[in-house]
């Protein structure tokens, strides 16, 4: 079955970029929106943004100037860029499939199982 | 971006117990509302979505209901695996917004 996997650094110095990298296993990336979600300790989900395998993105708009989402078909990979980064963008950080159903429904069906990144000098 | 309010904040119940949790959004989203349950230290799990439809494998004991602007999940027969924190979200409008999570305990 279709996994999901985050990797990357899990402490990041504040004004520095974060990177997370989400690896797909036993499927294809290929005609799927990819989204990044974070959770704050002891905090609620946020929506960061998604992309297409095309390479179409959409961001929230609170983090949009801080945020670049990519897709490398090649690898079944997409990975999130965050730069400039203060203690608040501390969290677990999951990668997730948005998935389009025909009645124009969309949610996470599958999700990996998260990393931490602590922002912190 | 459409804010979402469940509540209550968090509840506790006993096995068997039916539970209710409601989920309102600050505008219409006709039926584009999802229900996820996360449990610690796990990734949220998809329970619910298009309002009513139940995720493959999902036991039939939750349900959802509502349209609009009002939603429901109900968990009609409370089992000891589902104390966890549920969370609703949006798919009407970009920004996909999530609401703030209700914890379901054990009395």
Redesign the interface.
């Known amino acids: 079955q279709v996994q999901l996997q985050e990797s990357g650094p899990g402490l990041v110095k504040p004004s520095e970029t974060l990177s997370l990298t989400c690896t797909v296993s036993g499927g294809s990336i290929s005609s799927y929106y990819w989204?990044w979600i974070r959770q704050p300790p002891g905090k609620?989900?946020?929506?960061i943004?998604y992309i297409y395998y095309s390479g179409t993105t959409?961001?929230?708009?609170?983090l949009k100037s801080r945020v670049t989402i990519s897709v490398d078909t090649s690898k079944n990979q997409f990975s999130l860029r965050l730069s400039s980064v203060t203690a608040a963008d501390t969290a677990v950080y999951?990668c997730?499939r948005d998935f389009g159903?025909n009645?124009?429904?969309?949610?996470?069906?599958l999700?990996?199982?998260?990393t931490l990144v602590t922002v912190s000098s | 971006d459409i804010q979402m309010t469940q509540s209550p904040s968090s509840l506790s119940a006993s096995v068997g117990d039916r539970v209710t949790i409601t989920c309102r959004a600050s505008q219409s989203i006709t039926n584009y509302l999802n229900w996820y349950q996360q449990k610690p230290g796990k990734a949220p799990k998809l329970l619910i979505y298009t309002a009513s439809s139940l995720q493959s494998g999902v036991p039939s004991r939750f349900s959802g209901s509502g349209s609009g602007t009002d939603f429901t999940l109900t968990v009609s027969s409370l089992q000891p695996e589902d104390f966890a924190t549920y969370y609703c979200q949006q798919s009407s409008s970009t920004p996909w917004t999530f609401g703030q999570g209700t914890r379901v305990e054990i009395k």
């Open positions: 989204s609620g989900l946020e929506f943004g959409n961001y929230n708009p609170s999951f997730a159903d009645s124009g429904g969309w949610y996470f069906d999700w990996g199982r998260g």
